[in-house]
């Protein structure tokens, strides 16, 4: 038996809890992983919160969408995207349902080598917050001569989006409270305070005008400033604001109603941000980490919206 954190109704972070869970042999193509490391995500609040329905049948519901760890078992024909996954490995899981737990089995096919220099809470709150922000920006088609605003630039998704768009060349315009500008600037973005007149202050920042725009907090100003600044919407993205986001006609990615989840794009990101942290063009900040039976403070810190960075479990 190993330790999972569980919703037992529809809510918020008070109907978590903790329960031990089988933990089953690995099959074919399996392997089982001892977690080091959560990542915490805000999908993961809003899939007990109601947001997505409130079917009693679908109860217990077990929580989150990545993690990282030790291998301590493998089934026959364990192959990973990096090839055979073997006892030992450390590795990083995406997606992996349920991944609020001591220990996982999971195909094997979600599982991809830890860079050697990168921390087991680094690990853990990698994959989800850096594959969605593969995601947008593809979607938006950014490329190295635009100017890109992105809103909620400090938070998880934020600063992973930050870092690759100036990685490809882009110049970047980052929102955010003026306590998290020094973080932008030193990841390469022009920090710009959110709030009223936040339209005028992009443009100042930008007299040649904004390219695309990405939604990364679910704001109405994200929204209508997005709109008012960037001419084709099919160069804006939400991952939050989906129901202004279809009113708008802009795009809508992720876990959301009527989003596209881009699986297959963000599976192929997974062994591109290990490249790119392992030659240390990717940084990932920790804003801090919870045990895992305190998995409900870890939810009440990030529905904050002020967190730098990933909250992490530690099993």
Do not use: C
């Amino acid at each position: 038996m190993s330790e999972a954190v569980i919703a037992r109704a529809y809510g918020g972070p008070e109907v978590l809890s903790v329960t031990d869970v089988a933990v089953p042999e690995p099959g074919p193509g399996e392997a089982r992983i001892e977690v080091r490391a959560v990542g915490v995500n805000p999908f993961d609040h809003k899939v007990y919160s109601g947001l997505f329905g409130t079917d009693p049948a679908n109860l217990p519901l077990r929580l989150g969408v990545e993690a990282a760890g030790v291998v301590t078992a493998v089934g026959a024909g364990a192959i990973g995207p990096a090839g055979p996954v073997e006892v030992g490995d450390e590795v990083i899981a995406y997606r992996a349902p349920g991944a609020y737990a001591a220990e996982l089995v999971l195909p094997a096919s979600l599982l991809v080598p830890k860079p050697v220099g990168l921390s087991w809470a680094q690990a853990g709150g990698l994959m989800a917050a850096g594959a969605t922000a593969v995601h947008v920006l593809e979607a938006i088609g950014l490329r190295g001569t635009d100017t890109v605003l992105l809103h909620g630039a400090a938070g998880g998704v934020g600063l992973m989006a930050v870092q690759l768009a100036v990685e490809q060349g882009a110049t970047v315009l980052g929102t955010a409270s003026p306590a998290k500008h020094d973080v932008l600037r030193d990841l390469g973005a022009v920090p710009i305070a959110y709030g009223p007149g936040l339209a005028d202050r992009v443009r100042a920042a930008a007299p040649e005008g904004v390219h695309a725009a990405a939604d990364l907090v679910g704001t109405d100003e994200a929204v209508d400033v997005s709109l008012e600044l960037v001419a084709d919407r099919k160069r804006i993205a939400t991952i939050a604001a989906f129901e202004r986001g279809a009113g708008a006609g802009i795009k809508l990615l992720g876990g959301g109603p009527g989003a596209d989840p881009g699986a297959a794009v963000r599976a192929a990101a997974r062994l591109r941000l290990t490249e790119a942290v392992e030659a240390g063009r990717l940084r990932v900040l920790v804003a801090g980490s919870h045990p895992l039976r305190e998995a409900a403070a870890a939810h009440r810190q990030i529905m904050t919206g002020h967190t730098t960075g990933k909250i992490v479990l530690i099993p």
